[in-house]
Each structure stands twice: as C-alpha cells, then as structure tokens.
C-alpha cells in the first residue's frame, strides 16, 4: 500500500508494522487510528524537538528529543577519485572513506510498541559512577533514528507516547508546532550527558544485499586492579535490501588495542539470537558492549549469513574505531526518579 494513501488518516497495527521503501507491511489485523501522516522533510531541514514519527523500518512510535549530527562512512558510496559529480563532502584514498556530515535524532520510543520490534529497546548504556564499578545502568526505550527513517504525524492527543520520560523531558503547547515543547529538565539532562550520548561516527557497508551498520559510543574509564580500563557500546543495525532471505548463524569479531593486543572473538548468532532476514521483517538492531585497556583502538569483523538453500556467505562488519574522550561524573538517572 503505498504511503499515499495515508495522506489523511495514518492506521497502524497494535502488534507490527513494518515500513520499507513505499510500503507498508502490516503483520496484525488489530489496528487503531494513530494521526495524521505528513510528508517527510528533504535532508538538510531537521526535525523540531517534540516532532511524532513513525520509524520507517521498524515500525514503532517515537518523538523527537535532540538532533546530532554524524560523520557516515560509506563504504557502499566510495567514489572513484576520478568521479568529480559525486558530492565533495566525500572522498576515498584506496578503502579509506572521509565521513559525510548526516542528520540522526536522539528519540523515545512508545512503551506500548517495545515488546513488538526487532531492536533492542534498552541500548543506550551507561557505566556506574563508583570509581572501581563495572556495573553497566541502561535507560529503556531510547533510539537514535537516521533522518530517512522518520516518518512524521500530528495527533490532537496532548499524550500520545507512552514512556517514563516524556512528562519529564516534554510538555503539549497548542500553540507550538510541535505541539510538544523541550522542557528545561530536557536540556540539562542533554547538557551534562552529551559526552555518552553524542553520536558522532556512523559506519556501513553492504555485502550482497545485508547492510551493516554501526555506531560506536564511548563510555567512559574504570579503574581496575591498578589499571584503566576503558568502555565502549556499539550498535548495529543489519538489513536486508534484496530479495532473498537470509539468517545470521556466526559472528567473527577482530578487536585490535592500542597497547598492542589483537583479539579474536567467535559465536554464534549476536545477543543469544539468530535473526532472519526477509523482505516481510528486512532489519534487526542491537547493541553490545567492548572494553579496552587503552584510550583507543579498531573493531571488524563479519558475519555468516545463511539463505535458505544452505549455502552460507560472510558479510562484512565495516571496520570502526574506539576513541575515548574525557571522563566526569555525570549521573544520567539525575531525572529518571531513581
């Protein structure tokens, strides 16, 4: 069905839905009015704080808090150096790709739609303030969302997404487009956790149809048996842009230090799961987390891909690097009530 035919009045169903290209995939039959579809912005005209959306993969409700914008290395986009037509912000030295500047948002998802997709709903993470703690405090139904997946709506619901932290972060003004306004809590919070928050390196490569992408975060140092260690999260999105159906059996992580350590890490599946990629269900995101024992260092890696007639390939995980940044104390749970 194609997205036009939304124009007036956006359905959706309470169980799933899937947006990808033009289409709507609908996996339930319970459906219930959610607003009023509007058409998505070009690139280089941001969404507001406050703006409703559909996520245009994963199907979920969600509103905007903050902008970032990151450095995407593509190396699906890699120009010849030849190629003047493509957009300078690009270029390639051999494999080396320069990162071109993209709009992602910082959002929260409905609590009523987080047991119903294929994303870890809890993968914004945190270390424990405690100088010799490992403890890891995750803060549930937070995403970032490049701008291509933002589907935006309007409601005259003053409530319309469910989650712990919008009374807290946003408040309804009629008057306002969004109706839904950063409150001061909002920019503090931003404010004093930006250095764990801040997205700034998005990496993708696409091996026969799979898209890998990934986003390193850097999250701070602990101090361990008289040595630093230094923490990392990363998520990755995998997704299916052909045809043909595809499951992740293995991972195969290659995870090199600056204090000269490489290391090797197997298994299978990723977070105790084997997803399977069709075109009816195309995305799968989660997150995982690296420690090191230096200030910086690369990821790579790939993983085996199986279709249906048992032949198998390896999709390529795009190389990415761990960078520290400096460390404070920060308590992002300062406005959570705990």
């Given at each position: 069905m194609a997205l036009s035919a939304f124009r007036q009045i956006l359905i959706?169903?309470?169980?799933?839905?899937?947006?990808?290209?033009?289409?709507?995939?609908?996996?339930?039959?319970?459906?219930?009015?959610?607003?009023?579809?509007?058409?998505?912005?070009?690139?280089?005209?941001?969404?507001?704080?406050?703006?409703?959306?559909?996520?245009?993969?994963?199907?979920?409700?969600?509103?905007?808090?903050?902008?970032?914008?990151?450095?995407?290395?593509?190396?699906?986009?890699?120009?010849?150096?030849?190629?003047?037509?493509?957009?300078?912000?690009?270029?390639?030295?051999?494999k080396e790709v320069k990162g071109k500047n993209h709009m992602y948002y910082?959002?929260?998802?409905?609590?009523?739609?987080?047991?119903?997709?294929?994303?870890?709903?809890?993968?914004?993470?945190?270390?424990?303030?405690?100088?010799?703690?490992?403890?890891?405090?995750?803060?549930?139904?937070?995403?970032?969302?490049?701008?291509?997946?933002?589907?935006?709506?309007?409601?005259?619901?003053?409530?319309?997404?469910?989650?712990?932290?919008?009374?807290?972060?946003?408040?309804?003004?009629?008057?306002?487009?969004?109706?839904?306004?950063?409150?001061?809590?909002?920019?503090?919070?931003?404010?004093?956790?930006?250095?764990?928050?801040?997205?700034?390196?998005?990496?993708?490569?696409?091996?026969?149809?799979?898209?890998?992408?990934?986003?390193?975060?850097?999250?701070?140092?602990?101090?361990?048996?008289?040595?630093?260690?230094?923490?990392?999260?990363?998520?990755?999105?995998?997704?299916?842009?052909?045809?043909?159906?595809?499951?992740?059996?293995?991972?195969?992580?290659?995870?090199?230090?600056?204090?000269?350590?490489?290391?090797?890490?197997?298994?299978?599946?990723?977070?105790?799961?084997?997803?399977?990629?069709?075109?009816?269900?195309?995305?799968?995101?989660?997150?995982?987390?690296?420690?090191?024992?230096?200030?910086?260092?690369?990821?790579?890696?790939?993983?085996?891909?199986?279709?249906?007639?048992?032949?198998?390939?390896?999709?390529?995980?795009?190389?990415?690097?761990?960078?520290?940044?400096?460390?404070?104390?920060?308590?992002?749970?300062?406005?959570?009530?705990?």
């Amino acid at each position: 069905m194609a997205l036009s035919a939304f124009r007036q009045i956006l359905i959706r169903p309470l169980i799933s839905v899937t947006v990808q290209k033009t289409c709507f995939r609908c996996l339930s039959t319970r459906l219930a009015e959610v607003g009023i579809l509007e058409p998505p912005r070009e690139h280089g005209k941001a969404y507001n704080t406050g703006q409703l959306f559909l996520h245009k993969i994963f199907g979920y409700r969600g509103i905007v808090l903050f902008p970032w914008l990151a450095h995407v290395y593509d190396r699906d986009t890699a120009p010849k150096l030849d190629d003047r037509s493509f957009d300078d912000q690009t270029t390639a030295v051999g494999k080396e790709v320069k990162g071109k500047n993209h709009m992602y948002y910082q959002v929260l998802i409905d609590a009523r739609d987080c047991p119903h997709i294929r994303a870890q709903t809890e993968a914004v993470t945190f270390l424990g303030n405690q100088d010799n703690s490992r403890a890891l405090y995750a803060i549930p139904g937070l995403d970032y969302v490049a701008h291509e997946d933002i589907l935006p709506y309007t409601t005259p619901d003053s409530s319309p997404i469910q989650h712990e932290l919008f009374d807290k972060f946003l408040m309804y003004d009629p008057d306002s487009n969004p109706p839904f306004v950063a409150r001061e809590t909002l920019g503090a919070w931003q404010e004093k956790n930006h250095p764990w928050l801040q997205l700034s390196d998005v990496h993708r490569e696409t091996t026969e149809g799979i898209r890998v992408t990934v986003i390193p975060f850097y999250m701070g140092c602990r101090e361990a048996q008289q040595t630093h260690v230094y923490w990392w999260r990363y998520c990755v999105r995998l997704e299916n842009r052909g045809e043909e159906t595809v499951q992740l059996r293995e991972r195969h992580w290659r995870i090199f230090s600056l204090s000269g350590t490489l290391e090797t890490v197997r298994g299978r599946g990723v977070v105790g799961q084997e997803p399977v990629l069709s075109a009816e269900q195309p995305a799968f995101q989660y997150s995982s987390h690296v420690s090191l024992q230096a200030p910086s260092g690369h990821m790579w890696g790939t993983y085996k891909m199986e279709r249906r007639d048992g032949t198998s390939f390896d999709c390529k995980i795009p190389p990415f690097s761990l960078e520290s940044k400096s460390d404070d104390s920060s308590n992002p749970h300062q406005f959570l009530g705990s």
